[in-house]
């Protein structure tokens, strides 16, 4: 079973709508990703937080917006998206080295 | 730089026969390597990974990998395949950038078919 819970699992939203995809892990990690992966694609790094602190953002369009309340927690906030933003986005974490641990994923489809 | 080059995009076994998934990379230093598992509407799951110990690295459900310095191989095994091993398997390089995280670089992915 993964320890990075990811919720919702499906998430269906008009292009003017707000919503968030959430994140959590309990394992003390200290880094936190997250991802999206589009179909029969390996996944594309978005945004890294490292204790708490936005430390890599890979020129993610603004309509994409992170945020990291504290070291278990990790949201991204979506906001008039457009249909081709429609993925499954993953959110990771990992300890100080090594590999990364991913959830099961939030399929975000963009009508 | 670092990148990853999955040399099969389709790999197709029969139920019981032995699985080779072939991975090689390209590293400037002595790299951290994985294979991730992802069945279809999945995350992500680690198999393995070998991050410069023992070459012959053992992983969870029977898969194992050899890491081969000289032919900058990490390829993935398993002696006999099971229905339920059907899903894509990614071949991940990391390079740890301290506070900064884990950067992976994926390979472009083999999907794995097993026939009855």
């Known amino acids: 079973d993964t320890e990075v819970t990811q919720t919702p699992k499906h998430l269906v939203m008009g292009m003017t709508n707000k919503k968030s995809l959430k994140c959590e892990q309990h394992?003390?990690?200290?880094?936190m990703y997250w991802y999206k992966q589009k179909a029969k694609k390996p996944p594309e790094l978005m945004f890294v937080?490292?204790?708490?602190?936005?430390?890599i953002n890979e020129s993610v369009p603004s309509r994409f917006s992170p945020e990291c309340p504290n070291s278990s927690l990790l949201n991204l906030h979506l906001h008039a998206l457009q249909p081709e933003d429609s993925a499954l986005y993953l959110c990771?974490?990992?300890?100080?080295?090594?590999?990364?641990?991913f959830g099961e994923g939030s399929r975000l489809t963009v009508l | 730089a670092q990148s990853v080059t999955q040399l099969d995009s389709h790999v197709s076994v029969s139920e019981g026969t032995p699985v080779l998934l072939r991975c090689n990379y390209s590293?400037?230093?002595?790299?951290?390597l994985f294979w991730y598992v992802q069945h279809p509407n999945k995350g992500l799951q680690l198999l393995l990974k070998?991050?410069?110990?023992?070459?012959l690295v053992k992983g969870i459900n029977g898969f194992e990998a050899e890491f081969k310095k000289s032919e900058t191989s990490f390829h993935l095994t398993k002696p006999s395949a099971h229905m339920s091993d059907a899903a894509e398997y990614f071949c991940?390089?990391?390079?740890?950038?301290?506070?900064?995280?884990?950067?992976?670089?994926f390979g472009g992915g083999t999907r794995l078919m097993v026939k009855p």
């Open positions: 070998y991050t410069s110990a023992a070459t």
């Open positions: 590293s400037s230093y002595s790299p951290s």
């Open positions: 394992m003390g990690h200290r880094a």
């Open positions: 991940v390089v990391s390079d740890f950038r301290g506070n900064a995280g884990n950067m992976l670089t």
């Open positions: 937080y490292s204790y708490e602190k936005l430390s």
């Open positions: 990771a974490s990992s300890p100080s080295a090594g590999g990364l641990f």
